[in-house]
């Protein structure tokens, strides 16, 4: 089993940064890639961005890349989120997720385990 526990989420305006923290416990074997993915209102769960924990490989959709950065801090067991240059279009619920295998995925059936969620809101 893998535990993950959301942080960092809060109400910023537009240009504005915010980092997420999502912290891992449980077996490490089962979270190979750790991916966050949000949620907007009435719409689908989509990936935002991505990391092989152990080679560090990062993955980032079209709509953040440039502006949002994903880490992993081995020792804290964490992985960050960092969002700059934030959009009222960020508005979302962002979930932190784990996936056993080791190649990254965008889709949200794939990843194994998920975090409860934590509000970024944005205003314009």
């Known amino acids: 089993q893998v535990q993950l526990v959301e942080s960092g989420g809060g109400l910023v305006q537009a240009g504005d940064s915010l980092r997420l923290s999502c912290a891992a416990s449980?077996?490490?074997?089962?979270?190979?890639?750790m991916g966050w993915f949000r949620q907007a209102p009435g719409k689908e769960r989509d990936i935002v961005a991505a990391?092989?924990?152990?080679?560090?490989?990062?993955y980032y959709a079209g709509s953040v890349k440039g502006r949002f950065t994903i880490s992993r801090d081995n020792a804290k067991n964490t992985v960050y989120l960092q969002m700059d240059s934030l959009k009222p279009e960020d508005t979302a619920v962002y979930y932190c997720?784990?996936?056993?295998?080791?190649?990254?995925?965008?889709?949200?059936?794939?990843?194994?385990?998920w975090g409860q969620g934590t509000q970024v809101t944005v205003s314009s």
């Open positions: 990391i092989v924990w152990s080679a560090g490989i990062t």
């Open positions: 449980g077996r490490t074997f089962s979270r190979s890639v």
């Open positions: 997720a784990a996936r056993s295998k080791t190649t990254i995925t965008t889709v949200t059936g794939d990843y194994d385990y």
